[in-house]
């Protein structure tokens, strides 16, 4: 399952760069994504897939042939993204804004004048800067502003009313949120490191419980053996 991802982007690439090996190509350019920069959950194998695709870029620069790696982010109004808004808004709240159709457009117009530009480059420091794009840099500071803005507007704010169980399933909707799936596929009583979380996962469901709870969870305590959806709900209520 991993490498049926994995096999297409990396093994397609490849052999693209060899079929084209000695022709007079007017650029050579690769979608890849913001998401080999800051990563996302659950999503090791395209991940790597972007990771490569960047790398190989500056391999092909480095040869002297044209190639840029364009870092997208997600595009908002078309595609999966317009069709399972609850995939957009996990990345929105990560941070992650997205472009319009149009935009993208753009970054690809500088893209393409980037992969041409092989015997410059945009740093000093780095003669192989070029063959990275990151589309949309203003998008990415702006959101990280916003959800900085955010989690100081909500952390603290914790109703002490709340009942147990509506503590717990807030706590539920949002791990079932993180993991996309529903929350009857989640035993509040199990460990939820058994559904497969991982540290990227833990860390946003601990930031969240500090926004919404005023509940510092360390990061280790999110993937003990024990820590259930239940145990979450008594350690925000243990000092409120």
Not at 20 to 25: D, M, W
Not at 68 to 87: C, E, H, N, W
Not at 110 to 120: F, L, V
Request: glycine share 4%; aromatic share 10%.
């Amino acid at each position: 399952m991993f490498n049926a991802l994995i096999d297409p982007r990396v093994g397609g690439t490849i052999n693209l760069h060899k079929a084209l090996n000695g022709q007079p190509l007017d650029f050579f350019l690769m979608w890849s994504s913001w998401t080999a920069i800051f990563g996302t959950a659950t999503q090791t194998n395209y991940l790597a897939t972007c990771s490569f695709m960047d790398a190989f870029a500056r391999h092909r620069q480095s040869l002297g042939l044209h190639a840029t790696s364009l870092d997208l982010s997600q595009i908002f109004d078309i595609g999966a993204f317009k069709r399972v808004p609850s995939y957009a808004n996990s990345l929105t709240r990560s941070g992650l804004y997205g472009s319009e159709a149009y935009d993208v457009l753009q970054y690809c117009d500088a893209a393409i004048a980037s992969s041409k530009s092989i015997t410059s480059s945009v740093s000093p420091y780095d003669p192989l800067a070029s063959a990275q794009l990151l589309a949309g840099i203003d998008a990415i500071l702006q959101a990280t502003r916003n959800l900085a803005s955010e989690n100081s507007e909500t952390a603290g704010k914790f109703d002490s009313s709340d009942s147990n169980a509506t503590t717990t399933q807030r706590i539920l909707k949002k791990l079932a949120q993180l993991l996309y799936i529903s929350t009857d596929d989640i035993d509040v009583t199990r460990p939820i490191s058994k559904y497969g979380i991982d540290s990227m996962v833990a860390a946003e469901l601990r930031n969240w419980l500090f926004a919404n709870f005023a509940k510092d969870v360390p990061l280790a305590h999110m993937l003990d053996a024990d820590t259930s959806v239940e145990r979450l709900e008594q350690m925000v209520h243990m000092e409120h």
